[in-house]
């Protein structure tokens, strides 16, 4: 999902596909990468193609540089490959990163991060990198997790700093539904593989007020969502409005949200928690940033916390 290392993409030999491919499938790819020497290479993807000036960055071996330096000198963090697809006759990876953090005498609870959805939200896949270099060189603040973390889920609409994908889909509507779009495939098959005890997506929003979230009428969703918001609340106000997005809120928190957005499957008997969090796309992206990490770093001492009532129950 990134154009620099080694990867994203090399030049497709399937450019008289008419259709977007995912390439492999079943378990994920293990590269062993980064390695030395494998950073930068050739960056042959058609890049940016409409990159609007002043928004940073667009180049994802640019966002991608610092976790792969981090994963270089943290052995508890790996940046790996998930998956492969094409898309107009150009090859991408796309991209996850893998964080043990240290055992905490019972199972590591797996979380999953998703940002980059809609490739014009840069703010979620800048805060999830910088989270990730923090946790790699303090890995104690993830006690207890296994982390994986999917910095950008559209890697082209990402380059192209669009909302939907190259393909023209936006893929926040896809899930679940059969999609033909790989980055929804493969983000599904993530979900389905890895079984996380707990999923959060990042997003950014252009017509709201202040952070604001999703916890989809769920009691644990909300536990989860509230302080994460008061957290964040210290870099960025709150939309407090009673209706947001086209949905009723009370103080941030929406219950509801459209059909297709990315989630555990319904018919799940074990339901991970799953939140959504948005930052007001027009506040200064290093303030949505910081809300973003600060906000992260609640929801794993919070669940840290239910979790330990729980076993104590
Ligand atoms: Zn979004």
Known sequence: MTRSPQCFGSHGLRR????????????????????????PAAQLSPGPTRRRRGELPRDL?????????????????RVEVAGR??????????????????????????????????????????ALVRWLVGLAADPARAAGYEITVYPVCNPTGFEDGTRTNRAGK????????????????????EIEQRRFDGIISLHSDDTCEGIYG???????????????????????????????????????VLAHCYPGVLAPPAEWDRHPFDVIFET?????????VQATVAALDSILAEYRRFMAYADGI
């Open 85 to 126: 697809f094409s898309s107009w006759g150009w090859r991408y990876e796309f991209m996850r990163v893998r964080l043990a953090g240290e055992a905490a005498g019972r199972r590591l609870m797996r979380l999953g991060f998703f940002a980059g959805l809609h490739g014009d939200e840069p703010a979620g896949c800048l």
């Open 280 to 288: 007001p796309a027009r506040a200064p992206l290093e303030a949505q």
């Open 170 to 189: 936006d893929l926040n509507r896809e899930f679940w539904q059969r999609s033909a779009e790989p980055e929804v495939r493969l983000i599904e098959r």
């Open 214 to 252: 999703y916890a989809h009428g769920r009691l644990l969703n909300e536990a989860l969502l509230v302080p994460a918001l008061a957290a964040a609340a210290e870099f960025l106000p709150r939309d407090s409005r009673a209706v947001i997005d086209g949905f009723p809120a009370h103080d941030g």
């Open 61 to 77: 071996g640019t966002l991608f540089a610092p976790l792969v330096e981090a994963a270089l000198h943290h052995g508890t963090m």
């Open 16 to 39: 008289s596909l008419p259709f977007l491919a995912v390439e492999g499938g079943g378990d994920a790819v293990e590269t062993g990468w980064p390695r030395r020497g494998q950073y």
